[in-house]
């Protein structure tokens, strides 16, 4: 939400990534139903690179990511505070998780806002509709929508999202210069000069092994920049009825990417 937001400040992203709990959300939460996610990007995609993020949380480490960023809780209030944007005044680490109404996820938040306290972050959980607030396009939000990805009216937000192609980019969501204004998707307001030098880079080769070594690149500047925290893949539940042959499920590309290998009978 532009200048003074603590979540624009790299520490508070990592202490944030170092609190959140993948493996207890997904047991506790989610019933233990799909995987624990490191990655914005599919294990099935070609140029999937591994990344080794804790699964548990690690408040020491986050403590020490606070620390080596400059915040520290100077009026003695229990919150963590730093001048962020250079104005002179203090800004307090106070971050609005917006998210949608679905329970696992107002859950997990509240999970987590209960750890980040302990070390001096104070978190507000958000809950709004998906459907015309959150996921609302720009033409829909009025300015000063709060929690709206199209606006970047939010600290952090925590949705789910689906891939719909295997191509090697992340360019429409991250480059700097596709804002939803600007008919992209970088809802984060993303905006890191040798990420978007990458993006370019991916979006215009044809060589796949190129494309591979540049999207490793990619991965690992995101893990680095903290752009996006993972926490799960979902798991797609296809029912196919009898009648059809031929299917074959695949991760990455839907239920219907051999559908010229499908065949119909009726009985």
């Known amino acids: 939400r532009g200048g003074g937001c603590p979540a624009s400040d790299l520490a508070i992203r990592q202490a944030i990534g170092y609190a959140v709990d993948r493996t207890e959300y997904l047991n506790k939460v989610e019933g233990g139903v799909g995987t624990v996610a490191t990655n914005m990007e599919l294990p099935a995609f070609f140029f999937y690179k591994k990344i080794d993020l804790p ?3 690690d408040l020491a480490a986050a403590e020490k990511a606070l620390a080596d960023g400059g915040w ?7 919150i963590v505070d730093k001048d962020i944007d250079n ?3 203090q800004d307090e680490a106070i971050i609005d998780f917006c998210t949608t109404t679905k329970p696992t996820r107002f859950t997990k938040l509240t999970l987590l806002v209960a750890e980040l306290k302990k070390i001096g972050i104070a978190g507000i959980v958000d809950p ?4 015309g607030v959150l996921f609302a396009p720009l033409v829909d939000a ?3 929508t709060k929690c709206n990805l199209a606006r970047g009216s939010f600290d952090v937000a925590l949705h789910a999202f689906g891939i719909p192609s295997i191509e090697p980019s992340g360019y429409d969501s991250y480059h700097s210069s596709q804002t939803e204004a600007n008919g992209g998707g970088n809802d984060q307001f993303v905006n890191i000069p040798k990420l978007d030098k990458l993006l370019e880079a991916v979006k215009t080769s044809v060589d796949v092994p190129v494309q591979k070594k540049l999207m490793y690149k990619v991965q690992d500047v995101m893990t680095e ?3 996006t925290i993972p926490l799960h893949y979902w798991l797609d539940i296809t029912l196919v009825s009898n009648n059809v042959s031929g299917y074959i499920p695949h991760q990455a590309w839907g239920p219907i990417w051999n559908s010229y290998e499908l065949d119909v009978t009726s009985n």
């Open 55 to 57: 699964v548990k949380k």
């Open 72 to 78: 520290e809780d100077t009026n003695g209030n229990g």
């Open 142 to 144: 009025p300015e000063g």
């Open 87 to 89: 104005d002179g005044d």
């Open 225 to 227: 920049n903290v752009v």
């Open 128 to 131: 709004v509709p998906g459907s």
